[in-house]
Every structure is written in C-alpha cells, then in structure tokens.
C-alpha cells in the first residue's frame, strides 16, 4: 500500500510538472493560492522548520536541504531516486496551522502555489519553486497532531522517469 501510495502521488506529481513545463514556466497560476483558514499562521504557532540534518538523516541522505519541512517525527522517508523523495510526517500541531505553516512560509521562500485542494478531511497542496514541485497532503490526526504525506520531485528528471 506504502508503494500505491508513493507512486500515486508521484504520478500526481508528474502531472503538477508537466502542465507547468507546457505552459512554459510558472508565471500563470489557475488555481488560488493557499489561503489561511485560521486566526493563528502555521508560523506564529510555533512550528519550527526541521533541520538540515534532521532531513538528510531522518527522511534521505540526498534530500535536497533547501525544500522546508515542519519539524515533526519522520514516519518513513525516502529517496525514489533519479531527483524524487516522498516522507511522512506526524506534526504536533493542528491541521491548519500546519496548512498556514505551508502557505506562510513557502511563498516567502519564492515557492509558488500552483494547487490547493480539499481532500476527504484534509488539504491537499502544490507548489514549485525553479525545477522543484512539492506536493503534501496535510490530514488531521487529532485536535494537536496531523500528519504530512508528500512528495518533492525535480522537474525534468520527473518527467524522465514516468
């Protein structure tokens, strides 16, 4: 199911870095961005950015260090090789102020949302930045735990590798 799982989002991915290539580049945007869906940002609430370490530990050794993550316990992580991660992650905090966190934090780090979506209890969300496209699903587990399921790919190779 891990790997069902893995190559679904991969293969949902692939399609995010597809239509963006098409449409040459990342200028136009047909979905909204993230918006925040609470009082308190994913930022003020006290999520902290895991580590460089943490990642190139906990999730793969090749992790690209510049992608930024909520600090949380690594529930699997790893490397699909030819520019393509997937990890999970259990966050103690709710679900939208993690969903906040990623709208907060990623667009100040010249990450652009290109999707936003509402899946089952959850969000699901797309951003890329140069060749990288990060895709998360962010569903909660409980009031103050959810869980982060994701996939980061670099452009081209992803493409290569579908």
Known sequence: MVRTTSFRA????????????????????????????????????GIARMTSEKKRSSIATDFPIEV?????????GESQ??????????????ASDVVNWYATLYPKAEWQPIGDEAVGDGRRLTFVKGGYAADMTITPIG????????????GQTVLNTQ
């Open 10 to 45: 991969a293969a949902g991915l692939f399609l995010v870095l597809s239509a963006t290539l098409l449409a040459g580049g990342c200028s136009a945007r047909s979905t909204p961005a993230p918006q925040p869906q609470s009082s308190t940002s994913g930022a003020s609430a």
């Open 68 to 76: 930024p993550l909520p600090d949380g316990r690594v529930v699997r």
């Open 81 to 94: 090789g030819s520019g393509l991660w997937d990890y999970q992650l259990e966050v103690p905090f709710s």
């Open 143 to 154: 009031p103050k735990l959810t869980k982060v399921t994701a996939v980061v790919g670099i």
